[in-house]
């Protein structure tokens, strides 16, 4: 069943007036198990919409709507199916003692993947919830596969339905359904000939394998060389240009580049961050795949619309990683603005020198960090290192931040010159 959380003004549930915390228990006689089935569900014109209501009485409703036209129930989000794989590199794993609850969940929900791009491996699939896959046509899908080589993938994720990927893949391609797919990138685990019997397996399941990513494994104080270890240079240089080979046989043959490798992999390898034109129409910026060059090139073309700013001190706050390519992007914005303009890497105490991500920046870190680099008029932090709670992975709250760095205003973003003008 699901649970009725709101009621959009002005719709059919509104006339009908429905409760909230009621429950949608079948339309046309089905059993509605999530939002997933509902939305499928609603989309009939005619529906019985079988309602048990908050003191438990059932009710039946009839109703005729156009195709399209949506009821305006707004269902409670869904317990979440979490991940039962030992993968060799999780990211659970690397987690310090006492962190917040959600960051312990791993999730491995095809639902989720459908809704908003979370990656599945599938493992946790019956033959029921396969079909049901096929049946409701959730498309496109975001599946990590890591290898195809069935004892390969077997040992990466540490059970042992992970070899069946590939047939997998094939009936959800057969049945028409479209796949991103992702390879986190482990020395000595998945690399070298074994990514490029994935990569050829993947490509080798036709146009409906829409894109492969490549990313490098991500590992904390807590789990290195426990036992994957980081990529060296020349590993991520090689794995670069074993996805360049394939992008240049898919743009011949499909007009795509299909494979990406993610930005984390330049910078292992010292390479400059690709342009624009080879990340396509940007399907996989929030895997980590064209995203530092969203950002210098909407840095590039906005800062002319800048207002002046002439001698405020501002401190723009990222992790290690990030810090200089920030220092290149803003120099043109300070010349423009005026601005004293400081670039301020943070390194990650709660996760460990290796984390050098922003969104994983605690707040304490950052509070710390600014409070050392001096005094400024303006202090810029990245939004993704908060939650929708307005808290840091460390459980630090934004507004303690903000008082810890006053006078200083503080702003949070993801876009720099549109934050930068909010200073």
Same mark, same amino acid.
């Given at each position: 069943?699901?649970?009725?959380?709101?009621?959009?003004?002005? &719709? +059919? =549930?509104?006339?009908?007036?429905?409760?909230?915390?009621?429950?949608?228990?079948?339309?046309?006689? $089905? =059993?509605?198990?999530?939002?997933?089935?509902?939305?499928? *569900?609603?989309?009939?014109?005619?529906?019985?919409?079988?309602?048990?209501?908050?003191?438990?009485?059932?009710?039946?409703?009839?109703?005729?709507?156009?195709?399209?036209?949506?009821?305006?129930?707004?269902?409670?989000?869904?317990?979440?199916?979490?991940?039962?794989?030992?993968?060799?590199?999780?990211?659970?794993?690397?987690?310090?003692?006492?962190?917040?609850?959600?960051?312990? *969940?791993?999730?491995?929900?095809?639902?989720?993947?459908?809704?908003?791009?979370?990656?599945?491996?599938? &493992?946790?699939?019956?033959?029921?919830?396969?079909?049901?896959? +096929?049946?409701?046509?959730?498309?496109? *899908?975001?599946?990590?596969?890591?290898?195809?080589?069935?004892?390969?993938?077997?040992?990466? *994720?540490?059970?042992?339905?992970?070899?069946?990927? #590939?047939?997998?893949?094939?009936?959800? &391609?057969?049945?028409?359904?479209?796949?991103?797919?992702?390879?986190?990138?482990?020395?000595?685990?998945?690399?070298?000939?074994?990514?490029?019997?994935?990569?050829?397996?993947?490509?080798?399941?036709? @146009?409906?394998?829409?894109?492969?990513?490549?990313?490098?494994?991500?590992?904390?104080?807590?789990?290195?060389?426990?036992?994957?270890?980081?990529?060296?240079?020349?590993?991520?240089?090689?794995?670069?240009?074993?996805?360049?080979?394939?992008?240049?046989?898919?743009?011949?043959?499909?007009? $795509?580049?299909?494979?990406?490798?993610?930005?984390?992999?330049?910078?292992?390898?010292?390479?400059?961050?690709?342009?624009?034109?080879?990340?396509?129409?940007?399907?996989?910026?929030?895997?980590?795949?064209?995203?530092?060059?969203?950002?210098?090139?909407?840095?590039? @073309?906005?800062?002319?619309?800048?207002?002046?700013?002439?001698?405020?001190?501002?401190? +723009?706050? !990222?992790? $290690?990683?990030?810090?200089?390519?920030?220092?290149?992007?803003?120099?043109? #914005?300070?010349?423009?603005?005026?601005?004293?303009?400081?670039?301020?890497?943070?390194?990650?105490?709660?996760?460990?020198? !290796?984390?050098? $991500?922003?969104?994983?920046?605690?707040?304490? %870190?950052?509070?710390?960090?600014?409070?050392? =680099?001096?005094?400024?008029?303006?202090?810029?932090?990245?939004?993704?290192?908060?939650? %929708?709670?307005?808290?840091?992975?460390?459980?630090?709250?934004?507004?303690?931040?903000?008082?810890?760095?006053?006078?200083?205003?503080? #702003?949070?973003?993801?876009?720099?010159?549109?934050?930068?003008?909010?200073?």
């Amino acid at each position: 069943m699901v649970r009725i959380a709101e009621i959009t003004p002005g &719709t +059919i =549930a509104d006339e009908l007036e429905l409760e909230i915390g009621s429950r949608v228990v079948r339309i046309n006689g $089905t =059993a509605v198990r999530d939002t997933i089935d509902y939305r499928f *569900l609603e989309a009939d014109g005619f529906l019985e919409l079988e309602v048990a209501t908050p003191c438990g009485e059932r009710v039946l409703y009839e109703i005729e709507k156009d195709d399209a036209e949506p009821l305006g129930i707004i269902p409670a989000p869904d317990s979440v199916r979490q991940c039962a794989n030992k993968c060799v590199f999780c990211f659970v794993d690397g987690n310090p003692d006492g962190a917040r609850r959600s960051l312990h *969940l791993k999730d491995d929900d095809f639902r989720l993947s459908f809704t908003y791009g979370s990656y599945v491996t599938l &493992t946790n699939l019956g033959p029921k919830g396969f079909a049901r896959l +096929i049946e409701q046509r959730l498309s496109p *899908l975001y599946v990590s596969v890591h290898a195809t080589e069935p004892d390969v993938r077997e040992r990466l *994720l540490g059970v042992p339905r992970g070899g069946e990927i #590939v047939e997998q893949l094939a009936a959800l &391609t057969q049945a028409g359904i479209e796949v991103h797919t992702q390879v986190v990138l482990c020395p000595g685990w998945n690399d070298g000939a074994h990514l490029q019997r994935t990569i050829d397996d993947l490509y080798g399941l036709g @146009e409906r394998v829409l894109s492969l990513s490549v990313v490098p494994v991500g590992l904390t104080k807590y789990n290195l060389n426990r036992p994957v270890r980081l990529l060296t240079a020349d590993e991520a240089a090689r794995a670069i240009d074993q996805v360049d080979a394939i992008r240049a046989r898919s743009t011949q043959e499909r007009g $795509t580049g299909w494979g990406y490798v993610g930005d984390e992999m330049f910078f292992i390898a010292g390479r400059d961050i690709p342009p624009a034109s080879y990340y396509d129409d940007w399907p996989l910026t929030e895997n980590g795949v064209g995203a530092v060059r969203s950002l210098i090139d909407a840095a590039a @073309e906005r800062t002319s619309a800048l207002d002046p700013m002439p001698g405020r001190r501002i401190a +723009i706050v !990222t992790g $290690t990683r990030m810090a200089p390519v920030l220092e290149t992007i803003l120099a043109p #914005v300070a010349a423009h603005t005026g601005a004293l303009i400081q670039v301020i890497g943070v390194e990650n105490r709660m996760f460990g020198p !290796t984390t050098t $991500t922003a969104g994983l920046l605690p707040g304490a %870190d950052i509070r710390d960090a600014v409070r050392a =680099a001096g005094e400024f008029d303006g202090v810029l932090l990245p939004a993704e290192a908060l939650n %929708d709670d307005l808290v840091f992975v460390d459980d630090v709250a934004w507004d303690d931040v903000v008082s810890a760095l006053s006078p200083a205003r503080i #702003v949070a973003g993801h876009e720099l010159t549109e934050t930068l003008s909010r200073l």
